[in-house]
């Protein structure tokens, strides 16, 4: 059994900026706190992002707290250009991340502690934050007929980059920003593309301004102070209408059509009996949070998700949950990170936290 203050679980900007905040105001790494990461090495989940999303595609990447990334080649794939750069954040933070280490559930311990069973022991600890994100978990809907396709079917997750579909009929479920980027993607190598939503999507006219951001966080945040599942920062902003989708538009790429019905062998049919043939479908349809580990503490409301007061979990002030709803954004995730600290310092010393 190991005893420390703060477990943190995770390390992608959530749990990092969590660590950063924790080290700087005075916790010990390895002592005070540990930071646990499933993942093989640094990076967060942009370890695993395909290929082609190279950096200069990526939209709103903050900078860490305390280090800015700086001086960063467009061309060079995401994956390569943040994992390295959290990495050198690690070091030179001397946060000590353990990895890769798995946790298999947090329960109720002795002496108002809770335990984090992992595949690498357990900690008895005062206070959780858990900044597990959600690549954990992509999200496949079901349609009818799905189990009968003979061609390949794949998410988000296991994207490889545009070059496998070349000659394929390709149809893309999705009106995400993930969606019309692999469409874009794909177009000039597929011998044909389908873009299906269940709802039509809603493209930004205008900059993303301050007040755009602070009404669409306003939006998520409520959802998660119901007890709701959080739902992107990107569903209720809309998607930037720049000049590349504009293009897309005009070039038919993005043509969209409504969901289909379901799936036959050899494609995707409508009850009005249209039918398209495809060799792939690409489930572009998001992610769930990544919290089952946290079942055995019964945080989950009536609605699904779990109750959120900027940081905390409402059922368990010493439970911070960091990445999660309004907080799932490079930006967001920093300020969560140094406001779920500064409660849970306030808890451990006795003092009120907020109501």
Do not use: C
């Amino acid at each position: 059994m190991n005893n420390t203050e703060v477990v943190v679980i995770g390390a992608g900007q959530a749990g990092l900026s969590s660590a950063y905040h924790l080290r700087r105001t005075g916790f010990r790494p390895e002592r005070d706190f540990v930071v646990l990461d499933h993942s093989p090495g640094p990076g967060g989940a942009w370890q695993f992002r395909w290929p082609s999303l190279t950096y200069g595609k990526v939209h709103g990447m903050h900078s860490l707290p305390g280090m800015e990334l700086t001086d960063a080649d467009p061309a060079r794939p995401s994956s390569e250009v943040i994992g390295e750069y959290f990495d050198a954040y690690e070091r030179t933070f001397d946060l000590r991340v353990r990895r890769p280490v798995d946790v298999h559930a947090v329960r109720e311990g002795e002496g108002g502690r809770l335990l984090v069973e992992t595949s690498a022991g357990t900690w008895a600890t005062r206070a959780l934050i858990n900044a597990t994100g959600t690549w954990d978990r992509p999200f496949w809907p079901r349609y009818p007929g799905q189990e009968t396709f003979r061609g390949r079917q794949l998410h988000t997750a296991q994207y490889p980059g545009p070059g496998e579909f070349a000659g394929l009929r390709v149809v893309v479920v999705g009106g995400g920003a993930s969606g019309t980027q692999h469409l874009m993607e794909i177009a000039p190598y597929a011998a044909a593309t389908t873009w299906v939503t269940r709802r039509p999507p809603v493209f930004r006219e205008g900059p993303f301004t301050e007040d755009v951001g602070r009404e669409a966080v306003a939006m998520v945040e409520e959802r998660v102070r119901q007890g709701l599942p959080p739902k992107s920062v990107v569903s209720v902003t809309g998607l930037p209408l720049n000049d590349a989708i504009r293009q897309a538009i005009a070039d038919g790429v993005l043509d969209r059509q409504p969901m289909f019905d379901r799936i036959t062998p050899d494609g995707v049919a409508w009850n009005d009996g249209r039918h398209v043939d495809a060799d792939v479908i690409l489930w572009a349809t998001g992610f769930r949070a990544s919290i089952d580990h946290l079942a055995p503490l019964k945080l989950r409301e009536p609605g699904g998700g779990i109750r959120v007061e900027g940081t905390r979990a409402v059922a368990d002030a010493r439970i911070h949950l960091v990445g999660y709803g309004p907080s799932a954004s490079t930006i967001g995730a920093n300020r969560a990170g140094r406001a779920a600290v500064r409660d849970i310092r306030r808890l451990l010393a006795g003092e009120p936290v907020a109501a």
